[in-house]
């Protein structure tokens, strides 16, 4: 978790506040919103587990594994 918590400060918020002044915090949330969708989806991760892939692979393959549950 600190991990992300740093990438999120050095990768979104110091940019972002360099670049933007939040009038909101809705404001601010939807700049975050659309980071996290590139964090999430679109950007490599280096980390020697990912192997280059992207969290939302990493929970499609987890899902895929796990057996169905059944009501």
């Keep these: 978790m600190e991990r992300f918590?740093?990438?999120v400060?050095?990768?979104f918020l110091r940019p972002a506040f360099r670049k933007e002044f939040y009038e909101s915090v809705?404001?601010?949330?939807?700049?975050?919103?659309r980071w996290l969708r590139h964090y999430n989806y679109e950007r490599p991760h280096q980390g020697?587990?990912?192997m280059g892939k992207?969290?939302?692979?990493?929970?499609k393959k987890f899902i895929?594994?796990?057996p169905k549950?059944?009501?």
């Design 5 to 7: 918590n740093r990438t």
């Design 9 to 11: 400060l050095d990768e």
């Design 26 to 33: 809705k404001a601010l949330q939807k700049d975050m919103d």
């Design 48 to 50: 020697y587990r990912n």
């Design 54 to 59: 992207r969290p939302f692979d990493t929970v």
């Design 64 to 66: 895929k594994m796990s």
């Design 69 to 71: 549950k059944v009501d």
